[in-house]
């Protein structure tokens, strides 16, 4: 029998259906009073994220048809356009991210794990303040999306951990919680930790971990778990998602350590305050697994293959295949 297993991973395909598509690709502009921000917006938009947010839902048929044989398949978060800004709970996002999730299920029944990212549970959008995370998108998450807040998979000596980084960073993403329901996330948050630090716990000294959490934030307040710090050395890779290009990548980890702004909006308070904390992110070792369209300015995106000795012999032996974009979608 081989001990050698082939790896897929893919992030935030932001996959749209029908529904979502219908809501025109001036959704965000719709709800913002101020001309000038909107223009500032669309420059955004058109020239540096996504053009098109709603039109590159082709690209999970894409990463189907290029795949090849894979043994396992990671899905790093974030399934469809939050269109509404309150995840899943809203019908259209629900049937997008069931649309995706389906797709990627079909090709790997049995064969296929897949963390929670902010866009199924909701936040503010990026301006405006609309929206926000809901206790209802977690209850459809995980009931109608059937998706885990942790799982772990041993393959050999490699053990492969997914994390929910709203729950672990849920001091960050506090202000985008209904102030009425921020015991029971913060219960939520509890008992997710404690899972975490029994799998630490439980790692053999033989045992190599890899790491997947979706927003990088997350990393921040895993290394304040002593016993997650304790393991550490184990851990061969942390991937991580959300940023959606290593450009932005790249420009975190140049300004790690930067003061926090708090005269900017919620947003550039949110960034700030992740981006003052990012120092202790090398220590997980961690490796941006791009969005599927990557970003406007670069279109850069696509997924990784890993291929591991389950003997862990030799370290994960990453490829990183680029998706060109489809055509819009109308």
């Not at 955004?44 to 048809?65: A, C, K, M, N, T």
């Not at 209850?139 to 709203?166: H, K, Q």
């Not at 939520?188 to 979706?214: G, K, M, S, W, Y």
Request: glycine fraction near 8%; hydrophobic fraction near 40%; include cysteine.
């Amino acid at each position: 029998m081989s001990r050698h297993v082939r790896l897929a991973i893919v992030s935030d395909p932001h996959y749209a259906g029908a529904a979502e598509r219908a809501r025109g690709q001036d959704y965000e502009l719709r709800g913002l009073p101020n001309p000038f921000v909107r223009f500032l917006l669309r420059l955004h938009r058109r020239y540096v994220w996504l053009r098109d947010p709603l039109s590159h839902g082709g690209l999970v048929d894409r990463f189907l048809e290029r795949v090849g044989p894979v043994d396992w398949l990671v899905a790093n978060g974030d399934y469809s356009c939050d269109s509404a800004f309150i995840g899943v709970v809203d019908d259209a996002a629900c049937a997008s991210a069931r649309e995706c999730l389906g797709k990627l299920r079909a090709r790997f029944p049995g064969n296929f794990r897949a963390l929670i990212g902010d866009h199924e549970l909701g936040k503010l959008s990026f301006v405006g303040g609309n929206g926000g995370m809901r206790l209802a998108s977690w209850e459809r998450t995980r009931g109608e999306l059937a998706l885990e807040p942790f799982w772990r998979l041993e393959l050999g000596r490699y053990v492969l951990m997914g994390v929910t980084s709203t729950l672990v960073a849920l001091p960050s993403y506090a202000a985008d919680a209904l102030p009425a329901e921020l015991p029971v996330w913060e219960q939520l948050r509890a008992a997710h930790l404690a899972e975490i630090r029994a799998a630490f716990t439980a790692l053999r000294p033989d045992q190599r971990v890899l790491l997947f959490c979706h927003d990088p934030t997350g990393m921040s307040y895993l290394w304040r778990e002593d016993a997650v710090r304790a393991k550490l050395g184990q851990v061969e890779q942390t991937i991580f998602g959300h940023l959606h290009s290593n450009l932005v990548y790249y420009q975190s980890r140049l300004l790690a350590g930067m003061p926090r702004i708090n005269f900017l909006g919620h947003s550039a308070r949110k960034m700030s305050a992740a981006l003052n904390a990012a120092r202790c992110w090398r220590h997980f070792r961690p490796r941006l697994c791009p969005a599927m369209a990557g970003v406007e300015l670069l279109k850069d995106g696509g997924f990784y293959t890993v291929d591991l000795d389950q003997d862990a012999a030799t370290p994960a032996r990453f490829t990183f295949h680029g998706l060109p974009r489809c055509p819009r979608q109308k």
